[in-house]
């Protein structure tokens, strides 16, 4: 048993890229589907879309980095 008990190190990096990945989707698919449509989003939602954005992008960014690069060579 490792460090971090017994993580599946693989299928952690695999979820969290594809979580932060859909969560970029749907931020940017939203965004998208408003402007498309002429519609005028709220500030608040607007705010939201774009967090979303930005965090999908740093998770997909820094899940594969962390689960797959860092926490494997702490053990």
């Not at 979820?15 to 998208?32: D, H, M």
């Not at 519609?39 to 980095?65: H, K, R």
Request: proline share 4%; hydrophobic share 55%.
């Amino acid at each position: 048993m490792g460090r971090y008990g017994d993580l599946n190190y693989q299928r952690l990096t695999k979820a969290g890229f594809l979580l932060s990945i859909t969560l970029f989707a749907v931020g940017a698919g939203a965004e998208l589907a408003a402007a498309a449509m002429h519609v005028t989003l709220p500030a608040w939602e607007n705010a939201l879309f774009v967090d979303m954005e930005i965090l999908g992008t740093l998770g997909a960014l820094l899940s594969p980095l962390v689960f797959g690069v860092i926490l494997p060579l702490t053990e």
